[in-house]
């Protein structure tokens, strides 16, 4: 009974908190007169990640490598085909240039970046497959790279934009809502994600399935609030923002500081994983040019949604 109390109260405070990350953010956006998107990249795209920051740490931790590389994995492809294919579904989302030509390719690169790196053996140890120490670092090198970009484009839209921020938008406020919206984030999903396994661990579910599905899509949950909170606010910046930052951070940072804490073995079963992620950044680049262009309309997402349906049944069928 506790289980499905958790996953009701785990999902209202997931989608107040989500309402009030997107309002705050939007607010921190004018009085900083930077965009939406440069806010959603960063402060909603990190604080919605939060959860695979923990879940990943205590995993590397606890020698739990699957779970730790399988909530990786499984959050880019859940961002991608399923939050931003269940967002255009509700209303098409405009994607901004700079995103089309510079955000997603960095986010493909980020999955080609894994492939390569997890099967580097003459790199690593011969006898190892996987993360090490020395892939970590790498991962860590580009997010701080990707950092600077970010804080190139502030500066400069900063130094376009005329006058001063709004002042009629409190700094004080909007920091408010960012964080009290990221705190119930977390704990919403905090509780979902504990009602999900307790569930899996019923059906006697595998570690790597465990960590690809039910703790993938568990910490995405704040992902999918945010996104389809900011849809219905006509804010398709921070929902793409949010989707694309989040799949840059989960790569760079997180799974480069699960592996610098612990080497993190790599299964030939993931490779699969890997390339679905790599193929969802892959066809979401197609989609700007397909269609309405630089657009994810409501066609492209249904076919995104359908996408991860299939992908959740090869997963079942592997075990």
Request: proline content about 2%; some cysteine.
């Amino acid at each position: 009974m506790l289980v499905y109390v958790l996953l009701i109260l785990g999902f209202g405070l997931l989608f107040k908190g989500a309402d009030c990350l997107v309002e705050g953010a939007s607010s921190l956006a004018k009085r900083l007169r930077v965009s939406d998107l440069i806010v959603g990249l960063t402060v909603v795209a990190f604080g919605t990640s939060t959860p695979e920051l923990f879940v990943n740490i205590f995993a590397s931790l606890n020698g739990k490598s699957e779970i730790a590389i399988g909530n990786i994995l499984g959050s880019n492809i859940v961002n991608v085909l399923l939050i931003l294919g269940i967002a255009s579904i509700i209303f098409p989302l405009r994607v901004t240039r700079n995103t089309v030509w510079r955000e997603i390719p960095l986010s493909l690169l980020a999955g080609v970046l894994v492939w390569v790196l997890a099967n580097d053996y003459y790199a690593d140890q011969l006898d190892f497959s996987g993360m090490s120490r020395l892939d970590g670092l790498i991962l860590i090198f580009f997010f701080i790279l990707f950092m600077y970009y970010i804080l190139n484009i502030a500066k400069k839209e900063r130094q376009e934009s005329q006058g001063v921020g709004d002042k009629q938008v409190s700094l004080g406020r909007s920091l408010a809502l960012v964080l009290s919206g990221l705190l119930a984030l977390i704990l919403g999903g905090k509780w979902v994600l504990e009602g999900a396994v307790q569930l899996a661990v019923r059906f006697k579910a595998s570690e790597s399935l465990v960590g690809l599905t039910i703790v993938a899509i568990g910490t995405s949950l704040p992902e999918l609030a945010t996104s389809v909170v900011a849809v219905f606010k006509k804010n398709a910046d921070i929902a793409v923002g949010n989707v694309v930052g989040s799949n840059i951070f989960n790569v760079f940072f997180i799974l480069g500081v699960s592996a610098v804490i612990k080497p993190l073995p790599f299964r030939q079963s993931n490779n699969m994983d890997v390339g679905v992620a790599i193929l969802a950044s892959g066809i979401l680049f197609i989609f700007m040019f397909t269609g309405k262009k630089r657009f994810i309309d409501r066609g492209e997402g249904i076919l995104l949604v359908l996408s991860y349906v299939v992908y959740l049944v090869l997963l079942m069928i592997r075990g």
